[in-house]
């Protein structure tokens, strides 16, 4: 099952533009984390956020947790055409437990 | 990091034949190792939960017939898609929770395509 929605579902951005991504999820969580897919490829680790945490950055990406709206975003400042990728949020994942993904976002970096 | 191999990479094949996809942690040891399918433009969705000296755990509406998963050592789990059809095509994509924390590590993928 997943965890719930994300939005927009695609964004297509010019270079150097700031990316904003929205993820929602349904149950209660620990943590939430964010992956990276490029096309036709596996999922690369980019931040995990605890549930007692509300922000939390790593380079350019900034993730913000909302634990009363049950929602998380992730902001890519200055994107790049490589950037251009598949992002989806996940729940879950400790204890030998399963992720729980997101629909995903599509981002298209325009050069 | 933590890095997660899978082979083939990319598999063809004709519809009624099986096929296998290995999935091996490369320099840690993975107890559990979970398969996800992904369909086009769509997210990953867990298939089921491999577990090194068990049976795997799978989830609802997947056939545990159909996809046999086989943890045979702690650091390669196996799906085999058996009587494969076109509605099988799809992109396999296997994991393992790293050595800390929750992250998990992901595996390149399979893309199937059965004609």
């Known amino acids: 099952s997943q965890q719930g929605e994300e939005d927009p579902q695609a964004l297509s951005i010019q270079e150097g533009e700031n990316a904003t991504m929205n993820c929602s999820y349904k149950?209660?969580?620990?943590?939430l984390q964010w992956y990276r897919q490029n096309s036709g490829r596996g999922l690369v680790h980019l931040i995990l956020?605890?549930?007692?945490?509300r922000e939390k950055h790593s380079g350019r990406l900034r993730v913000t947790l909302d634990t009363s709206k049950k929602s998380s975003s992730l902001l890519i400042t200055a994107s790049r055409a490589a950037d251009t990728a598949s992002y989806f949020c996940?729940?879950?994942?400790?204890?030998?437990?399963?992720?729980?993904f997101g629909k995903g976002t599509r981002l298209s970096v325009i050069a | 990091g933590a890095v997660v191999s899978q082979h083939p990479s990319r598999v063809i094949c004709k519809s009624g034949t099986s096929v296998k996809i290995e999935c091996r942690s490369l320099?840690?040891?993975?107890?559990?190792m979970f398969w996800y399918r992904q369909f086009p433009k769509q997210s990953l969705m867990l298939m089921a939960t491999?577990?090194?000296?068990?049976?795997?755990?799978?989830e609802q509406g997947v056939e545990k017939d159909k996809f046999l998963i086989n943890h045979a050592s702690l650091t390669l789990s196996t799906l085999t898609v058996t009587s494969a059809h076109p509605e099988d095509s799809s992109f396999y994509i296997c994991?393992?929770?790293?050595?800390?924390?929750?992250?998990?590590?992901f595996g390149p993928g399979t893309r199937l395509l059965v004609l």
């Open positions: 149950t209660s969580i620990n943590n």
């Open positions: 956020i605890r549930s007692n945490e």
């Open positions: 996940a729940t879950g994942g400790g204890g030998n437990t399963p992720l729980v």
């Open positions: 994991s393992a929770p790293g050595p800390y924390q929750e992250t998990q590590y």
């Open positions: 320099d840690f040891q993975a107890t559990t």
């Open positions: 491999s577990n090194e000296g068990s049976k795997a755990t799978y």
